[in-house]
Every structure is written in structure tokens, then in C-alpha cells.
């Protein structure tokens, strides 16, 4: 089977990759066939964000709580603003729990997102 030039016609030699007669490559020759490029650009990703916090309950600001527990903790200030009026009490006449749990909420805010839910 005789190849022919698909630039200028002529029959080509056996096995050439380029026409000897206009310098043409040959479309179907093993020399320069290039290998076929397989574009996959399907996109699979889906974004799932594991992080996120369900928007359930009352949204709070992480430093007006840090910041009523900084200097108002000792009066349940922060319990109060998350709304919850029994530690605020309890709080209030402990002195937030005789410091330590001003501690440890100061604590817990400061690894708290910016805002946060009380349920
Ligand atoms: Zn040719």
C-alpha cells in the first residue's frame, strides 16, 4: 500500500515520515505521529466544609464575650450575654466560680471561631 503526500500528492517512499518532495510531514507515520492527548478536566472536587459549625442556636461574638469575661467575669457578664442566666447567677455570687472559671472560659473563648452558637 502506497503512501501518498497529503501536501503535494506525490507517492511517498516506504516508511518516509516527510515527503521527500515538499518536506510535508506524513500524517500517519510512526516517526511523527504525535500520541493522542487525553485532556481530562473534569472536575470531581466537591467542597465539603468539615469545619463548619451548624448554624443552630444564638450567634455570639467570640471577643465581646472574651472581653465581658475579661472584665466582667466575675459578675457572670459573658454568662449573661450567652444567655445563660443560671451561670450568670451562679457566677455572680461565686465570684465566676472564685476565678477559675473566668479561666477557663477566657480559655475556651479564645478557641472559639469569631462567631460562635449557644444552643
Ligand atoms: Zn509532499
Redesign the pocket.
Known amino acids: 500500500m502506497a503512501n501518498y503526500?497529503s501536501?503535494?500528492?506525490?507517492q511517498l517512499p516506504e516508511g518516509a515520515s516527510v515527503?521527500p518532495?515538499?518536506?510535508?510531514r506524513v500524517a500517519g507515520s510512526a516517526g511523527v505521529q504525535a500520541a493522542p492527548v487525553i485532556v481530562n478536566i473534569e472536575n470531581n472536587n466537591t467542597n465539603s466544609n468539615v469545619n463548619a459549625v451548624p448554624a443552630v442556636g444564638r450567634q455570639k461574638n467570640k471577643w465581646v464575650a472574651f472581653f465581658l469575661c475579661l472584665f466582667l467575669g466575675f459578675l457572670g457578664a459573658h454568662k449573661f450575654y450567652e444567655g445563660k442566666v443560671g451561670m450568670g447567677i451562679l457566677y455572680l455570687f461565686t465570684g465566676g466560680l472564685f476565678a477559675i472559671g473566668i479561666i477557663v472560659d477566657l480559655i475556651t473563648l479564645l478557641f472559639k471561631p469569631t462567631h460562635y452558637f449557644v444552643p
Open positions: 503526500c501536501n503535494c500528492g506525490k515527503c518532495s515538499c518536506g510535508a
